[in-house]
């Protein structure tokens, strides 16, 4: 199985994914990217096959993009890791039901 991984940052939750991955055999081909990358021109213009495509957190914006890598192969799988802190989010900055530590 070959899969495509790319998020907008290396985290240590996409560490933890892509290793999980490899130890049970999955090829992973790995892409820390911004809108304006060279590595996402480069995945543009030398798209490969692949099994499935997971696109990490705070990965939104690459979603259309990953959409249309899809389109190259009909039987590729997309799949969107939303994860999202709850501290970051909800508990210190919408809600402000704690203080924010500097």
């Known amino acids: 199985m ?4 790319f998020s ?4 240590p939750r996409s560490t933890i994914i892509t290793k999980g991955l490899r130890r049970c055999g999955v090829d992973v081909d790995v892409n820390f990217m911004t809108l304006r990358s060279s590595s996402t021109l480069r995945l543009l213009f030398t798209s490969k096959y692949y099994d499935a495509i997971i ?4 990965g939104q914006y690459f979603i259309p993009f990953a959409k249309w890598l899809k389109t190259l192969s009909a039987s590729t799988t997309l799949l969107f890791d939303p994860y999202i802190y709850l501290y970051d989010t909800t508990i210190v900055h919408d809600r402000k ?6």
């Open 2 to 5: 070959k899969v495509l991984y």
């Open 97 to 102: 039901l704690i203080e924010a530590t500097p």
């Open 55 to 58: 696109v990490g957190e705070y």
């Open 8 to 11: 907008s940052f290396s985290e």
